[in-house]
């Protein structure tokens, strides 16, 4: 049994003093590859020193995550475009909106999902969409800068059945976390409607810890936490969850 790992930041300093036991425990619970996105510039070093140790299992991806964009959001967005043609990428994230926290940057956050589009269309590589507080407003631009060049995953998925359905539509993956354990989440009743070739599997470790462990650091180990949750819902094993999931990572990220 292979699972995959779609979105965690294991370059974090959560990890920085076990962070080899952490990647060890994770392989020792079936999990075999590792999608790490980034932040802003601040992680890239750390981000591509961790994926040199382990070429074979932790894939970088390049972005501006949309709680990075201040002030110096073009220098930013400079950083990331050279970053790409000097070394491999396997997708453009995180990027998105989050009106979370702090809506001020609003219409720069806009304005750098569209220009990070752009990166994705130019290198023809997918996108690992951030959404909170924004599912609208994201899937608004998505659809102004839809083509048929344009694939990837919404990262964290914790929206309705319908909104599953809108992205799918797109021909967009479903990331699906730790959020699916989550008693009174309602992401259980999306998921058990939700055809396993629109999913991949994602902790955000070190953030939205599965339950039982809510409270704790996320780790990629959990994954498999998440992953049999799914099976039950789907009423289906474990490894064929692991099985048709790491399918379609393969198939999005080209690792």
């Not at 809510?214 to 799914?230: D, P």
Request: charged share 25%; glycine share 6%; with cysteine.
């Amino acid at each position: 049994m292979i699972l995959t790992d779609t979105h965690t930041h294991l370059y974090l300093d959560e990890y920085k003093d076990d962070i080899h036991q952490v990647i060890s425990k994770a392989q020792q619970n079936n999990v075999e590859y590792f999608l790490m996105p980034n932040i802003d510039s601040s992680t890239i070093k750390k981000m591509n020193a961790l994926c040199k140790e382990y070429p074979k299992q932790i894939f970088p991806m390049i972005g501006l995550h949309p709680t990075s964009v201040k002030e110096n959001y073009m220098d930013e967005l400079s950083i990331m475009k050279k970053s790409l043609k000097k070394q491999k990428y396997y997708a453009i994230g995180e990027i998105g909106i989050d009106l979370y926290w702090d809506k001020t940057f609003s219409k720069e956050q806009d304005y750098a999902l569209r220009y990070q589009i752009g990166l994705a269309k130019e290198f023809d590589l997918p996108v690992a969409i951030h959404t909170r507080s924004s599912f609208d407003e994201s899937i608004e631009i998505l659809k102004e800068e839809y083509d048929e060049s344009l694939k990837g995953v919404f990262h964290c998925f914790g929206g309705t059945y319908q909104q599953a359905l809108d992205i799918i539509e797109m021909g967009f993956y479903l990331g699906i976390g730790g959020v699916v354990t989550f008693k009174n989440s309602g992401l259980d009743k999306v998921v058990e409607n939700i055809d396993l070739k629109n999913i991949i599997l994602e902790t955000d470790a070190p953030y939205l810890t599965p339950s039982p462990y809510r409270g704790l650091r996320n780790e990629s180990s959990y994954l498999t936490l998440i992953a049999q949750k799914i099976a039950d819902l789907k009423r289906v094993t474990i490894e064929e969850v692991a099985e048709i999931t790491t399918f379609n990572a393969k198939k999005l990220f080209k690792f």
